[in-house]
T-cell receptor
Framework: GAGVSQSPRYKVAKRGQDVALRCDPISGHVSLFWYQQALGQGPEFLTYFQNEAQLDKSGLPSDRFFAERPEGSVSTLKIQRTQQEDSAVYLC?????????????FGPGTRLLVL | GENVEQHPSTLSVQEGDSAVIKCTYSDSASNYFPWYKQELGKRPQLIIDIRSNVGEKKDQRIAVTLNKTAKHFSLHITETQPEDSAVYFCANSDDYKLSFGAGTTVTVRA
């Protein structure tokens, strides 16, 4: 079946510009995660949704970062007034349930470059 | 993440030899330990995972061992093949979010 998809795959933004990154999880998956992966590093947790509820946003770097999942399916990560340090790959992952220790399936990521 | 240290950062092996990657963690509440493989420009893909109620798990050429007392776990790849070349990440979790190591770049020489 279809896996997790993300769009756009690549985004170049000028410093100060707002961007919106989209994640389409596997159909029916309850849990959705956003991670940020800097070059040469492992993914770092940003935020977690269970259905439409954002249960944890402790990893968001600043109040310029905002995520939503209004209908419990597609999610959008928005970054306002982008800065150069926001350049990274943003990964979305989904999980079939809220049960602990279930597999997280990752999307291909959106590579954001802020100039 | 800060919780997980991964070594080595790069590993070059001859085709057919074994590769071993080690991770240590600090959160004693961790109870889930997955390993992901990420090829250049691709998504991370789960290759094996282990839960805290077992010490070892094997899937064909891949095995993972866990020592909860020492807080470390390892990935073993036997009979390496060129397609095993990739970046491998260990991770752990005590609830829902994963904490990842910095990754090991594995190169299998033909």
């Amino acid at each position: 079946g279809a896996g997790v998809s993300q769009s756009p795959r690549y985004k170049v933004a000028k410093r100060g510009q707002d961007v919106a990154l989209r994640c389409d999880p596997i159909s029916g998956h309850v849990s959705l995660f956003w991670y940020q992966q800097a070059l040469g590093q492992g993914p770092e947790f940003l935020t977690y949704f269970q259905n439409e509820a954002q249960l944890d946003k402790s990893g968001l770097p600043s109040d310029r970062f905002f995520a939503e999942r209004p209908e419990g399916s597609v999610s959008t990560l928005k970054i306002q007034r982008t800065q150069q340090e926001d350049s990274a790959v943003y990964l979305c992952a989904s999980q079939s349930s809220s049960v602990l220790k279930e597999t997280q399936y990752f999307g291909p990521g959106t590579r954001l470059l802020v100039l | 993440g800060e919780n997980v240290e991964q070594h080595p950062s790069t590993l070059s092996v001859q085709e057919g030899d074994s590769a071993v990657i080690k991770c240590t963690y600090s959160d004693s509440a961790s109870n889930y330990f997955p390993w992901y493989k990420q090829e250049l420009g691709k998504r991370p893909q789960l290759i094996i995972d282990i839960r805290s109620n077992v010490g070892e798990k094997k899937d064909q050429r891949i095995a993972v061992t866990l020592n909860k007392t020492a807080k470390h776990f390892s990935l073993h790849i036997t009979e390496t093949q060129p397609e095993d070349s990739a970046v491998y990440f260990c991770a752990n979790s005590d609830d829902y979010k994963l904490s990842f190591g910095a990754g090991t770049t594995v190169t299998v020489r033909a």
